[in-house]
């Protein structure tokens, strides 16, 4: 690890002042620490934030409020989260270790960098990594790499799994640097890696997530995170699914699908939603309207089961919440 100074301010204004450019926030620690021991991460000055006041978990008839420094298992077993979006509390017990999410801030979750191996090898290239040096990872080893949303400079997989939830929640982060604050909905944060993987959000330099806003959807009670890994724990997703389902007897009224696992940034699915909006409730329903998840899809040479798989990840969710199992 190479050396760094250290700096523990008391407010979200004192830590966003102007300094560094390359300097790094750390919460909970559980992704920063590992990428600097690895020198894929070189801050010269790193910021802890563990004293300033981005915290509770709060209901409004607006929807959820959460600070961006609770901790992932706090936030998982929260009853306002788990009672009215069990979709988040699914995605966050679904995450790591339990030792990792007593660590995790929720706003670090969101912000973790992918689990591409040619990523945290420096002794490889990655686009990621030193902007130009190329992608090993496409004609390499990508089995647990994207199929959607990828281009010729990257195919890496976003690894957060509460951010599919709150994508398919449409969710939105309020980011803040300084004394001014702007609300990006969560699907317009991350960015795809096109041209410049290397820029994988909006976030700004010195900028922070104060907090995570859900709208309130109170059919969201019918909501579910379903993973599909190599094993049940600490593994990240082969593929996943967040859903949410509004039904009215025998017909679907709404729908919120979002995937992961299988895109460069947690893949949204508004076609998917439209395909069961207005639809009876059956298999035949939800295979049609799983098929469109694939659309665009670009298989590499290891991961084309993942066309197949992540339609049955998005149909055993919805047979799940429709009952029809």
Known sequence: MRPFTYESPSSVLEATNPGHPDSAFIAGGTTIVDLMKLEVMKPPKVVDLN??????????????????????????????????????????????????????????????RTRCGYFRDVNTPCNKREPGSGCPAIGGENRMHAILG??????????????????????????QSGASER?????????????????????????LITEIRVPRLPWATRSTYLKIRDRESYEFS?????????????????????????????????????ALTGKPLTLETFVAAAKLAVAGAVPLKHNAFKIDLVQRTIIRALIKLGGLA
Request: net charge negative; with cysteine.
């Open 238 to 274: 082969l593929t996943s699914a967040a859903v949410a389902l509004d039904v009215n007897g025998d017909q679907i009224r709404d729908a919120r699908v979002a995937v992961g696992g299988v895109g460069t940034k947690p893949w949204n699915l508004p076609e998917v939603r439209e």
């Open 51 to 112: 004293a300033l006041p981005m915290r509770g978990i709060e209901m409004s008839p607006d929807g959820l409020r959460i600070g961006a420094l609770e901790k992932m298992s706090d936030t998982a077993v929260h009853p306002e989260v788990a009672a009215n979006y069990p979709v988040i509390s699914e995605a966050l017990l679904k995450s790591a270790s339990a030792q990792i999410r007593n660590m995790a801030s929720i706003g670090g979750n969101l912000l973790q």
């Open 150 to 175: 990828t281009s010729s400079s990257c195919v890496a997989t976003h690894a957060s799994d509460l951010a599919v939830a709150l994508v398919a929640l449409e969710a939105s982060v309020r980011l």
């Open 183 to 207: 609300l990006l909905t969560l699907d317009d944060f991350y960015l795809l890696p096109d041209g410049t993987p290397h820029q994988e959000n909006q976030l700004l330099p010195g900028e």
